[in-house]
Structures are given as structure tokens and as C-alpha cells.
């Protein structure tokens, strides 16, 4: 097999890369594209970080195993499957699957830090960023963050607050000027997203 083409998507918190890799991935079969998540990366819940009133912060780059998943992406790259246990946020409803994660022409490569490990953003061939208003990014979060993880209002927004925010200041809004493609996601991605199939399945036939 021919070496992948592997895209990095990232953004800040709810920016909408979810919906907008959802949408990308449906366009292409299992042998076509492969998506590796970062979220599948989070170190363990007594290993997280914690802030000055005593709250785990899941919103920094130490949160994250990046070594192993710099390791899985670069064993994708290199044809070899990888085997990783699903991460499930601490829900104590939701049993962990092991996930099985097999090579293919096109590797997706997702996260809120994907440009910010060198050992991760080394091995990317195009970098895409997510983009969206803070107020649809906060609004967001709120909706996900109670419906698929039950915090509740006030708990949203001190991690917004403390956590989501400074981060995107810091660790991820600097790398949208090195991205190739910047996103717009406050109303629809329809057109860009159709660019960038475009461009993959160009190079699945190549």
C-alpha cells in the first residue's frame, strides 16, 4: 500500500468538527478512510490535571497521551493496525468497546491539540481548521456537555471559564495561521466541505 494521505482537523471545543468529520467520513468507505480521535487519548481520570479550586481540567495538552497517539498515527501510516480502548468520559452507563483502527489510503487525524504536539503535526500532509463565533462555541458546549456527559449548567461554564477558554487562547487558536484551510462553522461548511472530498477522493483514485 502506497503511503496515506493524512489530514489533521482540529478547532476549539465544539466549533463543529464532529458534525463537519461526520459528514466527511460518510463520503468514503472503511478501505478508503480511516479517523483516529484524540479523544480516544485522554490519560486516565487520577492522572488528570488540577486547577486551584481542586477541579480536573480535561482541556490542556498534559490531559492527553500524546506519545501513544503519536505512536498509533505513525504505525497507521506505516500499514500496521492499531487497537485502542474506547475512552468514555467517566460515564459509568457506557461500557468501553476496543476499537480497532485499520490502514487505508486516507487517515483522519482529530482534535483540539492535533497541531500542537510537533510529534502529531509532523506527520500531517494538510491541516484543517474548524472555526466558529465564541458564543456558538459556548452555546454548544452546553448542549453537549449535558446531554452526553450530565454536567450541569454551572459546571459547564466554570470549565469554559477556567479550562476551555484560556486553552483555545493558548494552545490552539495560535496554529490556525499555519492551518492550509481555515472553516468557518457559524452557519454551514457545506461548500468548503465539498472541496475537501473532492480533494481526498482525488487522492484515494491517485
Known sequence: MKTPYIVGI??????????????????????QLCLISQDNYYRPRDQQPIDENGVKNFDTPHSIDFEKYAKDVLALKNGQKVLKEEY?????DKKPKMLSFEPAP????EGIFVMYYPEVSSLLDLKLFIDAKEHL????????????????L???L?????H??????????????????VIPNNTLFDNALNVVIAHL??????
Do not use: H, M, Q
Not at 486516507?106 to 487525524?109: P, T
Not at 466554570?158 to 477556567?162: C, G, H
Not at 477558554?165 to 495560535?174: D, F, G, L, R, S
Open 10 to 31: 482540529t478547532g476549539g471545543s465544539a466549533s463543529g468538527k464532529t458534525k463537519f468529520i461526520n459528514d466527511l467520513v460518510k463520503e468514503f468507505d472503511k478501505t
Open 88 to 92: 468514555t468520559f467517566n460515564n459509568p
Open 106 to 109: 486516507i487517515i483522519v487525524v
Open 137 to 152: 462555541k459556548l452555546k454548544r458546549r452546553i448542549i453537549r456537555d449535558n446531554k452526553e456527559r450530565g454536567y450541569d
Open 154 to 156: 454551572d459546571d459547564v
Open 158 to 162: 466554570y470549565r469554559y471559564d477556567k
Open 164 to 181: 476551555v477558554y484560556p486553552t483555545y487562547e493558548k494552545y490552539i487558536a495560535p496554529f490556525k495561521d499555519e492551518s492550509d484551510l
Open 201 to 206: 477522493k482525488e487522492k484515494v483514485a491517485n
